[in-house]
Structures are given as structure tokens and as C-alpha cells.
């Protein structure tokens, strides 16, 4: 096996979700981040590359303030596709960790938007994290999101 094949970066998350405007609402409103740009794409190119069978898709590219991208992708078909699992231990389900400075206002500021928190938060027993809190809240079609706000060292 060559170097050829080893991953140099990370470019980006994407998202499949059921309706592109809320979720930028989500994105941007309750989590910060900045809309970069809006696009769409479809047909035999867009079937090649997901294996989807759906002609359509609607995309936003949103930046956290650190510069990480996340991609939403609208499908024509949208829920006809499938659903995230309301629970973040179901198989397959992902969540996507952001570190905060305060935790309590983060969720306040998502609960605000109109989402919640799937739980509330606490701090990390042990380990290199240990003090870290962390909870975990709920955007649109389930999506989950890790808020992490680490230990004040004095």
C-alpha cells in the first residue's frame, strides 16, 4: 500500500436534512456559524458519486467561526430517504462535538431557536477530559451536537 492512499485532511461534514431552510435557521441562529453559500446539483453526476437515486439536491455550505465546514444537503425525495434515529445511540446515528465557552448559554441559545437538549450537562469523571462538560442537544431531523466546554485551569 502506497502513502498515496493516507488521508491528509479533513474537508468537511455533510447533512442530509428534510428542509434546507431550517436547518441553515438551526446552523447559523442557534449554533453560530456562517452561511457561506447556497447551490444545487443533480442528475447522472450526482447519482455516480452518492449512489442516491434522486435527481436533486439543494445544498448550504455553513462555517463554524474556527473556519470548520458542515454541508447541508436537501434531497428532492426528503423524508422518503429515511430518518436519523431519535436516539444518539442507535446505529449508525453520528453527532458532531463543538467545543463552547459556556455550556448553559449554548443550550439556552439552541432551546431559544426552537430545538432542545437531549440531556443536561456534566462534567467528565476521568481521563484527559476530565472536568470537560458536556451535553449533548438536538437540531432538526434529529441531528445531534455535542456541546463541550472545557475546565477553567487556574
Known amino acids: 500500500m502506497t502513502d498515496d492512499a493516507t488521508v491528509t485532511a479533513v ?30 446539483m443533480g442528475g447522472d453526476f450526482l447519482y455516480r458519486v452518492t449512489g442516491v437515486d434522486d435527481p436533486n439536491v439543494r445544498t448550504a455550505i455553513v462555517k463554524s467561526p474556527d473556519g470548520f465546514v458542515v454541508e447541508l444537503l436537501e434531497y428532492s425525495r426528503g423524508r422518503q430517504n429515511g430518518a436519523t434515529p431519535d436516539s444518539a445511540g442507535a446505529i449508525g446515528a453520528a453527532h458532531l462535538a463543538l467545543v463552547v465557552k459556556d455550556i448553559h448559554a449554548a443550550i439556552i441559545r439552541v432551546e431559544a431557536a426552537g430545538w432542545k437538549a437531549k440531556g443536561s450537562p456534566q462534567p467528565i469523571p476521568a481521563g484527559p477530559r476530565q472536568g470537560t462538560l458536556t451535553a449533548y442537544v438536538s437540531g432538526p431531523d434529529n441531528i445531534t451536537i455535542e456541546f463541550m466546554q472545557p475546565p477553567v485551569h487556574r
Do not use: K
Open 11 to 40: 474537508d468537511h461534514i455533510g447533512f442530509a436534512v428534510s428542509s434546507l431552510g431550517e436547518s441553515i435557521l438551526f446552523w447559523t441562529e442557534a449554533l453560530g456559524f456562517m452561511l457561506q453559500r447556497q447551490s444545487e
